[in-house]
């Protein structure tokens, strides 16, 4: 083990690297860097800011702590939770395109590996690529059930981890594949609805934070302006 691994081990419980491991994992390309590689900068940019505030500001050394668990947590939302966020909101626009053209191919009579192959040589965005994986790893020579479940690991949008959980199981247990197809594609439809539907929802409140922020201020220059005016001179 590594001098870094060591350090790492000392200061995070095995169970938070694995969970940073696995979310980091989740960002698929978009992951640059591994767990003891981002804990590593966290912990020594945190110490930096902290010894800046310090330098900096008057009284730093009551401020100091403040600015560097800020900092320490701003850190984890802007390179993990923000992207892993961002991530499952395009896995989960992308995964109705994928799953329909998936449904035209099963329903043409390929099995489902076949469809697979057909449907990611056809469709060109992220929920394709995951799949493209497990098809290269089906070439290694693992099941495709095994690549399927393994697949899940990589994926953090739930509606798609439980598509492949429902494909799978109709696959093991003899079901019909096309028939689970119609029915995820109708639940994805609805769900897309729902969204829309929260987004609408969500103005009104946006409207009322912009109307507190900069029209009622505006407005009350304009009303009391004059008297402000009078009262100066």
């Known amino acids: 083990m590594s001098e870094k ?23 698929g ?38 600015i560097a668990i800020i900092y320490y947590f701003l850190f984890y939302y802007v ?9 499952i909101n395009k896995l989960d626009k992308e995964a109705l395109q994928f799953f329909e053209i998936l449904t035209l191919t099963l329903k043409s009579g390929r099995n489902l590996e076949q469809s697979l192959r057909v449907t990611c040589d ?4 992220e929920v394709s690529e995951e799949f493209k994986k497990a098809l290269f790893e089906m070439d290694f020579g693992k099941s495709l059930m095994e ?5 899940k690991k990589n994926i953090p949008s739930e509606t798609i981890n439980n598509i492949i959980l429902n ?18 594609i109708d639940f994805l439809r609805e769900k897309q609805i ?24 505006l407005i009350m220059l304009l009303v009391l302006g004059p008297y402000l ?3 100066i001179s």
């Open 229 to 231: 005016i009078e009262f």
């Open 29 to 66: 390309s978009d992951a640059k860097i591994d767990a003891g590689s981002f804990i590593s900068l966290r912990v020594y940019t945190t110490i930096i800011v902290f010894i800046l505030a310090i330098f900096i500001f008057e009284n730093g050394y009551i401020y100091a702590p403040f």
């Open 167 to 184: 494909i799978t199981g109709a696959s093991q247990f003899g079901n019909s594949i096309l028939e689970t197809m119609y029915n995820q």
């Open 5 to 27: 691994n060591k350090f790492i081990r000392k200061l995070y419980r095995e169970k938070d690297v694995k969970d940073i491991e696995r979310k980091i994992r989740c960002l």
């Open 122 to 125: 056809n469709v060109d965005n």
């Open 147 to 151: 690549a399927l479940n393994d697949m």
């Open 194 to 217: 729902l969204d829309v539907k929260g987004q609408i929802n969500k103005i009104p409140n946006k409207v009322s934070i912009v109307s507190v922020i900069f029209v009622v201020p």
């Open 79 to 87: 390179f993990i939770s923000n992207p892993l966020k961002k991530r």
